[in-house]
């Protein structure tokens, strides 16, 4: 098992989520210390340096990685309207 080439300066690894142990242990184990090839901050690193990994992407966010690594726009956060979409209409209140 490899660790990360950049796990002893990764920001997620050593300041995220010290308020969800149980989380942050087995994600850190899954991609810092095992599988970090599928990480999103280690690809962002990899494909643009670290000046450009952002603060907030989590290891497991492939999707906003891959869309910060083609200059796509990055998918909807859960709950939110996609990047594009008209904005819902609000249906008229009946009196």
């Excluded at 002893?8 to 242990?25: K, V, Y």
Aim: net charge neutral; glycine share 6%; charged share 20%.
């Amino acid at each position: 098992m490899c660790n990360c080439e950049i796990l002893e300066t990764c920001i997620f690894f050593n300041d995220r989520m010290e308020a969800m142990p149980a989380t942050s242990g087995w994600l850190k184990a899954h991609y810092c210390r095992d599988r970090f090839e599928e990480c999103a901050r280690y690809q962002v690193y990899k494909a643009l340096g670290r000046p450009l990994v952002p603060s907030d992407l989590f290891p497991t966010q492939t999707s906003r990685a891959q869309a910060l690594l083609t200059g796509a726009a990055p998918p909807a956060e859960p709950g939110q309207p996609a990047p594009g979409d008209p904005a819902p209409v609000k249906p008229t209140p009946k009196c």
